[in-house]
């Protein structure tokens, strides 16, 4: 086929596929323990259900503001206005189809040959796979288990150039579950503006779920930033509101109208039930979120005590989001061919660490968003995979 290059070599997001091989052989009739997707096992909360319920019934069911209903944008505002201590614009507050449209349309925007694209890695897969797609240069920059996986601003100075053009942040992390201090994002912050047109896409839609002992803090806390910032989030994580396809960004006001374009083109708009749903959810009771953080925090610390009792297994703590990153030393077996190798002969559904970059190789990543019956499950089908290899080799 006749297809550009950039479509042709255009990555995907591994866990999906993982997913998508499980549910398959669950449907077989296999007994799978499925660990290998970021989707909380709660579903949302009654008023969420009833306001999406409600619009589904009495609209608005034709086309809406390609940049969102204006009452949610309003509310987006109030809510970050709140949390961050300083009053946002709620026009530019752009809604999209989950968060990932936000993270393409600023690497359109930045990405071109030539150019370079601070990428932390381990990362979310969408993030090289957009730079790979514009042809931009993707400057790799390591994030280390010996350090908690923390992204520090001493590291991500050593890799701006005068070619980059745009940082990508994400905290808490997807998959390590780290969560940049405030100390380093204050420096981070001040390294953005030292550096003449750079710009930083800071991820933050994990922020509602952060464990006891850390706190999550906002790079829209900076005012000065204002004009370099692109800011992710999404009602999938903290609301268990995966499948409705609600995120958003905040653009600085040159960028709007661009985003605003791409939104035009891309999607034309969000779904007006969602996002009726996703004003019930920030604007109504949060009780849920901390439930659901409690829950995701018990479970880490129990699956990460379980998986440091496994021989050849290192597991460092999650600080908030639902994931652990453990590696798993097991000779013959890179992280592609351990989670096929464990879901084949253990039904242990789970993404490899190479799926979010090099610096994944000999780890593998666990969602804790499971039931914990399911996530020790899983840990004790790695155990006996383990054991199996050993007495094998013995």
Not at 138 to 162: G, Q, Y
Not at 272 to 280: E, T
Not at 367 to 375: F, K, M
Request: proline share 6%.
């Amino acid at each position: 086929m006749a297809l550009r290059s950039e479509i042709l070599n255009l990555g995907t997001e591994t866990a999906l596929h993982v997913l998508a091989q499980a549910s398959k052989m669950r449907a077989e009739g296999r007994n799978i323990a499925m660990l290998c997707v970021g989707q909380p096992d709660f579903t949302p909360a009654e008023h969420i259900l009833e306001a999406g319920a409600k619009a589904s019934r009495d609209g608005p069911h034709g086309y809406t503001n390609a940049t969102g209903l204006p009452v949610l944008r309003q509310a987006l505002a109030e809510y970050h206005s709140k949390q961050v201590g300083r009053s946002l614009d709620p026009e530019r507050f752009i809604v999209t189809p989950g968060g990932k449209p936000t993270a393409w349309m600023a690497l359109l925007m930045f990405g071109e040959p030539k150019s370079e694209i601070i990428v932390p890695d381990p990362f979310f897969p969408v993030y090289r796979n957009g730079v790979n797609f514009t042809q931009a240069q993707a400057a790799v920059l390591p994030l280390r288990e010996e350090d908690n996986f923390e992204l520090t601003a001493d590291s991500l100075a050593e890799k701006i150039t005068p070619q980059t053009r745009l940082v990508l942040i994400n905290t808490p992390s997807n998959p390590t579950g780290s969560v940049i201090s405030k100390s380093e994002c204050d420096r981070i912050a001040e390294l953005i503006l030292s550096h003449d047109d750079l710009y930083l896409l800071a991820d933050e839609i994990y922020d509602r779920i952060i464990f006891d002992g850390y706190s999550h803090h906002s790079f829209l806390s900076y005012p000065e930033l204002d004009e370099r910032l692109i800011y992710l989030n999404g009602f999938s994580k903290a609301y268990a509101m995966t499948g409705w396809r609600v995120g958003y960004g905040y653009w600085p006001e040159p960028l709007v109208e661009y985003a605003s374009r791409l939104a035009v083109n891309e999607h034309s708009c969000v779904n007006g039930p969602s996002q009726m749903a996703a004003l019930a959810a920030l604007t109504g009771p949060q009780d849920q979120i901390t439930e659901m953080s409690q829950a995701f925090q018990r479970r880490a610390e129990k699956a990460c005590t379980a998986l440091r009792a496994l021989p050849g297994v290192t597991c460092t703590p999650a600080n908030g989001a639902f994931y652990l990153f453990p590696r798993v030393a097991i000779d013959g077996y890179n992280s592609s061919q351990l989670s096929q190798a464990l879901l084949k002969e253990e039904g242990l559904a789970i993404s490899p660490g190479t799926s979010f970059g090099t610096h994944g190789e000999g780890y593998i990543r666990f969602s804790v968003a499971a039931a914990d019956e399911e996530l020790l499950d899983g840990v004790a089908r790695l155990g006996n995979f383990l054991s199996n290899f050993q007495q094998g080799n013995g």
